[in-house]
Structures are given as structure tokens and as C-alpha cells.
């Protein structure tokens, strides 16, 4: 059985657990197997005391050893305690909170006592499978999921005829209780899972009305994969004594993936990523980008290109969604390409690459992203395009995974046709051995005698008319290829020395003194654009950095100052841009609203405010960031 639903339940012994309930363990649940396992010597489900309807259950999912954050947690929740759990993806958090929700739950009131808070439709859907499958040997207890971008009137008809359990965004959880359709009176038990990219995704509003609703006397537990001032604050004020459980970050994936990287200037990352694809021998791939404009734009170019590639983001309907998923489970498609939050809880085993085509934001959704590969007990790869100027994101990387991601080269087009002529070939000896291949053979024998010409020489014309390969423009593909490589590695290496030179972004610290005081020029205004956000859309100073740098090509040093005015801002950026950067940077988005980039064209308008907090925000080394305030959490999911 694969136990890579959700964060459930590791059957093999975990021999690193930390035995006092409230500490912190530095080390990982181990991967989750289904072969025989040795004797335990750590805690068992059955030293849980769990309820016999639950122990029932879990003893017919066939599980023995609890994970580290299940050992710790399940006892706490028993007790009736509130708890803050930091786990990640893949250490067991579902079953955690699902078998001490159930023990909370009472089958004879047919309302709702448990609710269960996910930032994902998919999470949503996953989590509710797995605790129904916890709730199989107790009466009736129906556990419903709640998640936009599926029809209102079954989900009111559901909770309507009653249920006991459920696991919902919080945006149709919110819809749901401002039409009347979901009472929260009876509430229990309340878990936020995956609380920082509940955050992160802009639902705070909603969890707090929701906890407003929840009855003041409930048990409440909190998952996160990190734990940053502003979970500490949600915990503060909503839990109880809690206590803190940690369990280390997660590391079963990096174990089990190679991870590497290659530096690819940002024009060519989709032919670049078409050789990987095209010379990769895993089943299927995720590719990961920062936006959802970036995602459909890579999937429209594979499939350009002839790759059996679809595209999932939040613009994507869930029935739909749902449908490209079950395709790439069933291997009617081959390469997913996907933003962080549209693949939270995807669970396919044939899923053997990873690509990440924009560098991750944090180094912990980098974590996540590779976590989709290397499951089962199977090995994966995961590789990370990396810009000529994104290599302080990839020493902040190799310091979160404890570890060194290997440069490789990508594919070149001889690489490929090499590859696709050596799969024609492995089915050679297989193709003989099935027969008649005699009119073959004859009109084989009969061109050479005619044309006087090697069998040999005629066999490699056929292998390179079988891979596309036409010679000439063959030739030319590589020769570019081979430029590609070069400006790739000399931009590297000009960034390496600028860096060297100004600042080690890898430590915090400037290696010598500030621009100002070396007495260096900054560069010149450059040109004035006008985006469409600004201090009512809630934008800050490092989130137009951010989305200008991720999507326009650009490096922090191209941007010089910015002005935030009331509903858009101004940005001096010294790079030139084209017509194709600017049409990517009209679909970014800044604080969930596009960016709309035009050439300013004068004053603001009447009735606009000045800037507040706007100004040149350039520090020493050349970053923005922020400043003061919390960043506003961005890009909302779909109800």
C-alpha cells in the first residue's frame, strides 16, 4: 500500500524519535515502506491508547510504528491539550491530527464537531479521504471536504443531512457560514493545516472570522512547515498552552533525489527545458514557475513542441484539474507544469523528475517542490534552472537542505538525437525476435547493391531520419546550443566576480563598505514605468522587486527607485526592456493584482496621494526589500 497520501502513517520503526512530548528532535520519521518490518522498539499505534474503533482501523491499514510527529502528537491531543506542530509534507501530520479529531467526535450528534482548514482543494480533498479511511470501523461518521471551484448546492445538501467532519478552504468554508449553511456551535476540535501557506495564499481574514465563530471552549492544532512571527502570532491568539512539537525539516526526499542545477540565461530556459524533457528517462515530470502566467506560458511551448505537457494553476476549474491529474496518474500524460500552490498534494509514484524552471521564492518551498518526486521507495531527480544572477537563491537553498546541488550541463541537440536513437535501438533485439522482416531486409539489400553504399552508412540515415535528425538544421541547432553554453558560463562567471567584488550574499554581510561610502556612482534613473498597484492593493517596495525580477528577466541592480502612491507606483528601471519583457511583466502579479506596466506618461492624477515609504530603498548589496512592515500575503486562491 503507498503511503503517500497526505502526510500518513510511517509503519517502519523510528528509531530517532525524541521521547520527551513538548521537545524538539533533530532528526526525520524515516520513509514509509510496505515491507516487512523488524520488530519496534520505539512507541506502537497500540501504546497510543487509542480508541478501539480507531486502533481497529489503523490495524487494518496494516500500520505498526507512528512517525515522530504522530508519537508526540496523537498523546497531547488525546489529552485534550492545543498544539503547534512544525512538520513537513511527508512526516505524517494528517494521521496526527485525524485519529485524536475522531476520538473527539461524538457519532450520535449529527452536526458538525471537527473542522479541518487546508489552503488547497487538493490538500482538502486528500485529507478527507484519509480520515475517512481512519473513521472506517466507527458509526456513520461522515467526514465531507469543502473547496471552491466545485457547485454550492451538494455541498449545502450535505451539510444540510449532517456530518460530522469537515476539511475545507477557507474561502468556501467563509461562504459557506455567510449563507447559513454551515454551523459552527458544535465545533470541537479546529485544525489549521499547513498554516504558513494558508498566510502566505491571503486567507488570514477568513481563519479569523472563522476562529471568531468556533466556540471559545474548543482544541485547536496548528501545523506548519515553519513557524514565522506571524504563526507565532496566530498561535498566541488562538491556542491555549499550547504545546510546541517540531519534528526536523524534511530531508526523505533530498535522500532520495538527485538534485542539480544548471545556469540558464532566461531566453533560453524553454528550449532548454525541452532537451531535458526530450533526453530524461523518467516516467513523468512536474515543472514548478512562480506565476500562473509563466505556467501556461511554458505549457502552450511544450506542447508546441510536441510534448505531452498540461498546465494546472489557480485559474484552472477543479473538475478539470482533476482530470489532468488522473491523466498523468494513468500515464495518458507525461509532464505537469504547475505553480507551488496548484501542486500542494499531488501524489503520483510515476512522477520521477522535477524541474524547477524559476528558482522557488523560499528555500522550503523548494523542499516541497522536490518532495513530489522520490516517492514509494523509488529514486527521482530534481533539477533547478538557475539565472546568471540567482546564485545567492541557491546557496540559501543548499543551506536549508544541509547540502550541495551538483552542476550539470544541459542536453545538447546531438544529446538528444543520441538518446532518441539509443531507445529505437533497445527495442532492436525484441523487434527481430517478433519476425517478418524480410521485405524489409530485401528492399534494404536491393537499395545498397543498386547505390553501391555501406548497409551501415544507410542504417545511421534511417536512425537520423527516425529522430528528426535532417542534417543541416541539425547542425545549426547545436552550434546555437553551444552559444547558448558559452553565455551561459561567461554571465556566470561576471556575476561571480560582481558578487566577489560587492557583497557575500551566502553570509549577510557585506564584505566592505556600502556603495555610498566606496563612493561609487549608482546607476542613472534609466526609464520611468507605471505599474497598476499600489498602497490600497496593499504592495510593498521588495514585491514589485520581486515580481519585476522574476518575470521581466532583470536583476535587482536594474531597478532603481520606486514610488508607491495610492492605486499604482512608479519604478525607474535603468535595463531596456522589449516588447516581449513587457508583455511578460503586464501578467505578473504584485499582492494578487497584475502588474499592467506602461511607460509613465507624467503626473499622477489629480487626487492621488504622494509616495509613502517609497523612495530609493537600495541597500549595500543591491537587494530591496521591505521595509518596516510584515510583507501583505499575496495571490488568494479561488473559493
Same mark, same amino acid.
Given at each position: ?26 532528526? #526525520? ?20 491508547? /487509542? ?24 498523546? #497531547? ?66 467526514? +465531507? ?38 454551523? +459552527? ?197 530534481? +533539477? !533547478? ?38 531507445? !529505437? ?39 537520423? /531520419? ?81 515580481? +519585476? ?49 506602461? /511607460? ?29 512592515? !510584515? ?9
Amino acid at each position: 500500500m503507498s503511503l503517500d497520501t497526505p502526510d500518513l502513517i510511517t509503519p517502519t520503526p523510528d528509531t530517532d524519535q525524541a521521547t520527551a512530548p513538548t521537545g524538539h528532535t533533530t532528526t #526525520e520519521a524515516p520513509e514509509a515502506t510496505t515491507d516487512q518490518a523488524p520488530q519496534p522498539t520505539g512507541p506502537t499505534f497500540a501504546s497510543l491508547d /487509542l480508541p478501539a474503533p480507531l486502533m481497529a482501523a489503523v490495524d487494518q491499514l496494516g500500520f505498526v510504528t507512528p512517525s515522530a510527529i504522530q508519537a508526540r502528537a496523537i498523546p #497531547e491531543l488525546l489529552a485534550g491539550r492545543d498544539i503547534t506542530g512544525v512538520a513537513q509534507t511527508g512526516t505524517g501530520k494528517t494521521a496526527a491530527f485525524g485519529l485524536p479529531l475522531l476520538a473527539a467526535v461524538d457519532p450520535a450528534l449529527r452536526k458538525v464537531q471537527a473542522l479541518v482548514l487546508t489552503p488547497t482543494r487538493e490538500l482538502a480533498m486528500q485529507v478527507a479521504d484519509a480520515i475517512e479511511s481512519f473513521a472506517s470501523k466507527m458509526d456513520d461518521v461522515r467526514v +465531507l471536504p469543502v473547496y471552491g471551484g466545485a457547485p454550492y448546492v451538494p455541498q449545502q445538501r450535505a451539510l444540510r443531512d449532517g456530518v460530522h467532519v469537515v476539511v475545507g478552504t477557507p474561502g468556501r468554508i467563509k461562504d459557506h457560514l455567510e449563507r447559513g449553511a454551515l454551523n +459552527l456551535d458544535d465545533i470541537r476540535f479546529l485544525v489549521l493545516d499547513e498554516a504558513d501557506e494558508m498566510l502566505r495564499m491571503g486567507f488570514a481574514e477568513d481563519v479569523e472570522e472563522i476562529f471568531g465563530q468556533a466556540p471559545a471552549k474548543r482544541q485547536v492544532a496548528l501545523f506548519s512547515a515553519t513557524m514565522p512571527p506571524a504563526i507565532r502570532k496566530v498561535a498566541d491568539q488562538h491556542l491555549t498552552d499550547p504545546v510546541q512539537i517540531a519534528v526536523a525539516r524534511q530531508s526523505s526526499t533530498v535522500t532520495a533525489v538527485r538534485q542539480t542545477y544548471a545556469v540558464v540565461p532566461f531566453r533560453h530556459k524553454v528550449g532548454s527545458l525541452a532537451r531535458v524533457l526530450a533526453t530524461s528517462d523518467a516516467d513523468a515530470a512536474i515543472v514548478f514557475t512562480r506565476t500562473r502566467g509563466a505556467a501556461e506560458d511554458v505549457g502552450s511551448a511544450l506542447v508546441e513542441k510536441g510534448i505531452s505537457a498540461a498546465t494546472i494553476s489557480g485559474d484552472v476549474a477543479q473538475k478539470e484539474r482533476e482530470k489532468i491529474v488522473e491523466r498523468l496518474r494513468t500515464g495518458a500524460l507525461d509532464v505537469l507544469v504547475a505553480t507551488d500552490v496548484a501542486a500542494r498534494g499531488l501524489d503520483v509514484d510515476r512522477i520521477g523528475l522535477v524541474v524547477n524552471f524559476d528558482v522557488p521564492g523560499e528555500p522550503e518551498a523548494y523542499v516541497h517542490r522536490i518532495g513530489r518526486t522520490g516517492r514509494a521507495g523509488r529514486t527521482g531527480e530534481a +533539477l !533547478t534552472f538557475v539565472t546568471p544572477h540567482e546564485r545567492g537563491k541557491l546557496r540559501s537553498i543548499e543551506r536549508t537542505i544541509r547540502a550541495q546541488l551538483e552542476e550539470v550541463d544541459i542536453p545538447s541537440p546531438k544529446d538528444v538525437s543520441a538518446h532518441r536513437v539509443k531507445r !529505437t535501438l533497445d527495442k532492436v533485439a525484441a523487434r527481430r525476435e517478433a519476425g517478418r522482416l524480410e521485405m524489409y531486409t530485401d528492399l534494404i539489400r536491393t537499395y545498397t547493391q543498386d547505390n553501391d553504399i555501406d548497409p551501415l552508412d544507410v542504417a545511421a540515415a534511417i536512425a537520423a /531520419l527516425a529522430v528528426g535528425d535532417d542534417g543541416p538544421r541539425a547542425r545549426a541547432e547545436q552550434e546555437e546550443y553551444e552559444r547558448e553554453r558559452a553565455e551561459a558560463k561567461a554571465a556566470a562567471a561576471r556575476r561571480t566576480s560582481r558578487d566577489g567584488d560587492r557583497h557575500d550574499r551566502s553570509s549577510g554581510f557585506s564584505r566592505g563598505r556600502s556603495e555610498g561610502e566606496r563612493g561609487i556612482r549608482r546607476p542613472a534613473r534609466g526609464t520611468r514605468y507605471r505599474i497598476a498597484v499600489g498602497h490600497t492593493h496593499g504592495v510593498q517596495p521588495g514585491g514589485i522587486v520581486g515580481a +519585476l525580477t522574476g518575470e521581466g528577466g532583470i536583476t535587482g541592480a536594474d531597478v532603481g527607485k520606486i514610488d508607491i502612491f495610492g492605486s499604482f507606483s512608479l519604478v525607474d528601471i535603468t535595463a531596456p526592456l522589449d516588447n516581449e519583457a513587457l508583455d511578460r511583466l503586464a501578467r505578473a502579479r504584485v499582492a494578487g493584482k497584475p502588474l499592467r506596466i506602461t /511607460l509613465d506618461r507624467g503626473a499622477p492624477r489629480g487626487g492621488e496621494r504622494g509616495p509613502r515609504g517609497g523612495g530609493d530603498h537600495r541597500r549595500p548589496d543591491g537587494d530591496r526589500g521591505p521595509r518596516g512592515r !510584515t510583507p501583505q500575503w499575496e495571490a488568494r486562491s479561488s473559493r
